[in-house]
């Protein structure tokens, strides 16, 4: 690994100084947050488990490590604020609110799903969380978001669309081309750069000209910063700044999520790209959950049996998803006829 690569990890793994959005999160805010990224790995935890055991097909993209990003960025969002992301979205559900025994229900293929068994793992919907998806195409969500974004403005509704992409997917032109539609007519996005580090098996430092993503919107007059995405305090205060920004039309908001995936890029993908002791280095000294965990209790906020609490509730939760996905009826044969545009 270059020196340069070896930087950025040390900027996700050493300890950061306390941020100014402290202010912002009280006791029930805080301890919301907690129990929503532990819903989020307690439930993809489970997600690989069934697709080992054949239980979930095709496709299939955990978010274990970066649910602070989509915990900050929706603790900061208004009601009515739209979600689109790429492939790696289950984590992106559950923060909207979404069921997890209709989001398990999807991966197994049943019927109950939000897509009735027909999307899996990333194509799902929920008009009614505003969450539009879910898509298997790299970078294809943004020129989406940023058609969300054009119908807010013209709606006149105070919408803001936050708009995931990881950082392989930064270096797609169709991202460029919203870049330039959404800073020309000043759209209220917010275009959140998940990166994790590496794309399916390359370092993004090995495959960018420009690893600064949050530079990425300076030709197109977007303004751009880069966050410790393992920080759910800093998350918060900068999208709560972007959010803004986009609503006030001023137009779009460029974040570059410094964050960090335990497993591989997909279940099919064995990590060899990187060491056993970088990921153990992470975990140990930046893990998002047990930062937060830390911070709860040196705040006199919760007792490390109030946390434990929470785990045995949402541990619960999972397994009643789980459960439910295994027994829920597969879709009837006649599902291939509907939804289906001619």
Not at 212 to 228: C, K, L
Request: aromatic share 10%; hydrophobic share 40%.
């Amino acid at each position: 690994m270059s020196d340069k690569a070896k930087a950025a990890l040390r900027h996700v793994g050493d300890p950061t100084p306390a941020s100014p959005a402290f202010a912002h999160f009280d006791r029930a805010t805080e301890l919301k947050a907690y129990r929503d990224m532990l819903l989020i790995r307690r439930f993809e935890e489970r997600a690989g488990q069934m697709y080992g055991m054949g239980l979930i097909g095709g496709f299939c993209h955990l978010y274990i490590g970066q649910e602070a990003v989509v915990t900050g960025m929706t603790a900061a969002m208004r009601p009515g604020d739209q979600v689109i992301t790429a492939y790696r979205d289950h984590g992106h559900m559950l923060a909207t609110g979404m069921d997890p025994r209709g989001v398990m229900a999807e991966l197994t293929g049943r019927a109950a799903g939000y897509s009735r068994g027909k999307g899996g793992s990333m194509h799902m919907f929920s008009v009614e969380k505003s969450f539009y998806g879910g898509h298997g195409i790299v970078g294809a969500q943004v020129p989406l978001g940023t058609g969300i974004a054009f119908a807010n403005r013209y709606r006149k509704d105070g919408k803001v669309c936050v708009t995931y992409f990881g950082e392989g997917a930064a270096n797609q032109g169709q991202v460029y081309e919203s870049f330039n539609m959404a800073g020309l007519w000043k759209l209220p996005v917010v275009y959140v750069v998940e990166n994790n580090r590496y794309a399916m098996g390359t370092a993004a430092e090995r495959a960018t000209a420009q690893s600064d993503f949050s530079r990425r919107g300076a030709s197109f007059d977007i303004p751009g910063e880069q966050v410790d995405g393992m920080h759910i305090h800093d998350v918060y205060d900068a999208g709560k700044r972007a959010l803004d920004w986009a609503r006030s039309g001023k137009g779009p908001y460029l974040l570059e999520m410094l964050t960090y995936r335990y497993r591989g890029h997909s279940m099919s993908d064995p990590a060899k790209y990187r060491t056993r002791e970088e990921v153990d280095r992470v975990r140990q000294g930046r893990d998002a959950i047990g930062y937060l965990r830390h911070h709860l209790i040196e705040n006199g906020w919760a007792t490390d049996d109030d946390l434990q609490a929470i785990d045995a509730e949402v541990r619960a939760l999972v397994a009643d998803a789980a459960d439910f996905a295994q027994s829920a009826p597969l879709p009837d044969p006649s599902e291939l006829w509907t939804d289906v545009l001619a």
